[in-house]
């Protein structure tokens, strides 16, 4: 191994050292943040690490949706649709319950919780 | 050996960079689909999450027992023509049908697609049209439930020997899943996760060599997950009382109905299949949903590759016999 390898090895070393470091952050800060989408895109990133209640008003595809958020909780406070399945639904407080406004096309989802689940069935 | 260290060192950095995902959000069937596939081919998973979308939107008219679709004969025409005519229909809605009518005759008739008439006297009550709930004689008199009024004549032609009226809600999500599943293999994207819907989940490869960690979500504390499933190559679907249903003196009605009694059924509160195919996973949820738990575990037996897990009324689960190969 000369000067040139070694040099090499170091680079890449350091460069792996901050993308792992970058990865951990970044899975890190999603914890407290909700992820808005409308249709395939994500419109909005919520930061949900405030203590006091919080209101936003999203476009969906009927009409205004809105949205209410205090520490760690979300939920849709009214939106325009024929049974509002998502304001019913109420506060969710987990990465495992996804709010799903059908007619509005909005779906809401909390950043993933420290357990690595790939998908939930109910 | 400098320019073979620099090879094996460059190899290992772009494996890491390897697998995008590549991933879309569906609205079909009255539910949201998300398709997520890992690979690093930008242009054919791209091309592939468009395919995949027109194979929804082409099955979600076809089975869509609301509205009539132009250019398609789809379930609203058929549940609209006249008796003993002749009907011409789509060939991919034909054998949807034929594999309809086949599953009736496995499952011993409980899982049925000509529930159609008793389905919607329901959803009158469960809307707050109607109050209380339906009396039998209502139930049977909204028009026939039999499915051998529908006669498949070949060559994609089919008449209606009753006033039935079909109902795909129960198969057609699965059945979709289940040909995006084998579309994704037969092109070598072997990679994915398909949700379809909140009850139901494909997934193909694992995308890192491990394997998929699918949640089931306690009924009794949907902010909960009470079993976790490890798997590779398996689609797990619930059956569950506890998503759609409406309260009438202190009774909750759901929206699976047991043809035999016209009800919904009472037994478990959820039941979770897994096994290698979304459409019969689709199918046997809803069977064994209207089963007691020990006919079920009896009935599944007959089958390879299909386990199921009951969580029953009391908070008890119960699970097949083949259920720690997922664990």
């Known amino acids: 191994m000369n000067k040139h390898d070694f040099i090499l090895i170091s680079i890449i070393f350091i460069i792996s050292v901050i993308f792992f470091g970058v990865t951990f952050i970044v899975k890190n800060d999603n914890a407290n943040v909700a992820y808005v989408y409308y249709e395939n895109k994500l419109i909005k990133i919520i930061d949900l690490s405030n203590d006091e209640l919080k209101e936003y008003t999203i476009k969906g595809y009927n009409g205004d949706v809105i949205i209410e958020t205090k520490r760690n909780q979300i939920r849709v406070k009214e939106e325009t649709s024929p049974l509002n399945l998502c304001s019913k639904q109420g506060w969710v407080t987990s990465s495992l319950e996804t709010i799903v406004c059908l007619p509005n096309k909005v779906i809401i989802k909390i950043g993933s919780s420290k357990e690595e689940i790939d998908a939930v069935v109910r | ?327």
């Open chain 2, 1 to 327: 050996m400098k320019k073979v260290l620099t090879l094996i060192l460059f190899t290992l950095l772009l494996s890491g960079c390897n697998n995008q995902i590549y991933s879309k959000n569906l609205f079909y069937m009255d539910t949201y689909i998300n398709v997520k596939i890992y690979t690093n081919d930008k242009k054919i998973a791209n091309e592939a999450l468009d395919k995949i979308d027109q194979l929804y939107n082409d099955y979600d008219k076809l089975a869509d027992r609301f509205k009539t679709h132009e250019g398609i004969i789809n379930i609203k025409d058929i549940n609209n023509y006249d008796m003993n005519q002749e009907i011409k229909i789509d060939n991919r809605l034909y054998e949807l049908l034929e594999y309809s009518k086949l599953q009736f005759l496995k499952t011993n008739g409980l899982f049925n697609i000509a529930l159609g008439n008793v389905i919607d006297v329901w959803e009158e009550y469960r809307k707050g049209n109607k109050k209380g709930i339906p009396t039998k004689e209502e139930l049977l008199n909204k028009g026939s439930i039999n499915i051998e009024d529908l006669h498949l004549l070949g060559n994609d032609i089919i008449i209606k020997k009753g006033n039935i009226s079909l109902d795909l809600g129960a198969i057609a999500k699965g059945y979709v899943t289940e040909l995006a599943g084998d579309y994704l293999d037969s092109i070598g994207l072997e990679k994915y996760i398909i949700t379809a819907g909140t009850s139901s989940v494909k997934v193909g490869k694992h995308y890192a060599n491990d394997k998929y960690k699918i949640g089931l979500t306690d009924p009794l504390n949907t902010n909960n997950l009470y079993m976790k499933i490890k798997g590779n190559n398996i689609s797990v679907t619930t059956s569950g009382s506890y998503e759609r249903y409406y309260e009438y003196e202190g009774v909750k009605y759901h929206h699976i109905i047991d043809p035999n009694t016209l009800f919904p059924s009472d037994y478990a509160l959820s039941v979770t299949v897994i096994t290698d195919d979304a459409a019969l996973g689709e199918i046997l949820s809803t069977t064994l949903f209207l089963m007691p738990t020990s006919e079920g575990l009896e009935y599944i037996s007959k089958f390879n590759n299909v386990e199921a897990i009951w969580y029953e009324k009391d908070g008890n689960i119960v699970m097949s016999h083949g259920m720690n190969k997922y664990e």
